[in-house]
């Protein structure tokens, strides 16, 4: 596998289900982040994690829950979503230096829909 | 609070024009910007990083321009192709402390054969 992979690549649930989105980076990056990619909106940043450690949040509802084991590896994991949560999730991975964020390289994304 | 904006939203051309595709952001102070392209249903592809410093990259067919005081960057994409039809994202990244990106809505391109 090269590049930054996601699983599943579609996904559906129910308002009660719990899932998780997966993403891999083969990069050797040290940060990953999560966006949200829903119809008629810009891609929107929903968390952003540098060696592992959490660094943004962007007023991400408690229904959306991040997990970083390591620098190669992000979860999301879903519980009680809106149907307003039907979106394409999207996740990326840099490396961060002492100037800041590189490029960041995007995976294929996650097509939810909540029912 | 920045905000990235991208004109026009949709473009249709025939196979072979040159075009152009604007963007757009509100604070100057950025740290770099990237060209992004989406298939369809697909995630990002990178086309075009330019630094803050720079004016502007050069990719084959495409060339991206930077007037960071102006707040604007377009991309021009020449002798276009069927295969070129896709959505173009333009992000900007906050600053060098920032980490994450600001995108604008893109605009999605239809080529004509």
């Known amino acids: 596998e090269t590049g930054v992979t996601q699983t599943p690549r579609h996904l559906v649930m129910g308002m009660t289900n719990k899932k998780s989105l997966k993403c891999e980076q083969h990069l050797g990056h040290n940060a990953m982040y999560w966006y949200k990619q829903s119809a008629k909106k810009p891609l929107e940043l929903m968390f952003v994690y540098n060696f592992k450690e959490q660094t943004e949040n962007n007023s991400v509802p408690s229904r959306f829950s991040p997990e970083c084991p390591n620098s190669s590896h992000l979860f999301l994991h879903l519980h009680t979503l809106q149907p307003e949560d039907s979106a394409l999730y999207l996740c990326?991975?840099?490396?961060?230096?002492?100037?800041?964020?590189?490029?960041?390289?995007f995976g294929p994304g996650t097509r939810l829909t909540v029912t | 609070k920045q905000e990235v904006t991208q004109i026009p939203a949709a473009l249709s051309v025939p196979e072979g024009e040159n075009l152009v595709l604007n963007c757009s952001f509100t604070?100057?102070?950025?740290?770099?910007l990237q060209w992004f392209r989406q298939d369809p249903g697909k995630g990002l592809t990178s086309l075009l990083l330019?630094?803050?410093?720079?004016r502007e990259q050069t990719s084959g067919r495409l060339n991206a321009s930077l007037d960071k005081s102006s707040g604007r960057s377009t991309l021009y994409i020449a002798a276009s192709q069927p295969g070129d039809s896709a959505t173009y994202l333009c992000?900007?990244?906050?600053?060098?402390?920032?980490?994450?990106?600001?995108f604008g809505k893109g605009t999605t391109l239809s080529v004509s054969s």
């Open positions: 330019i630094q803050s410093s720079q």
């Open positions: 992000a900007v990244r906050p600053g060098q402390a920032g980490t994450a990106l600001i």
């Open positions: 604070d100057s102070a950025i740290y770099n």
């Open positions: 990326a991975s840099s490396q961060i230096g002492w100037q800041g964020a590189y490029e960041q390289y």
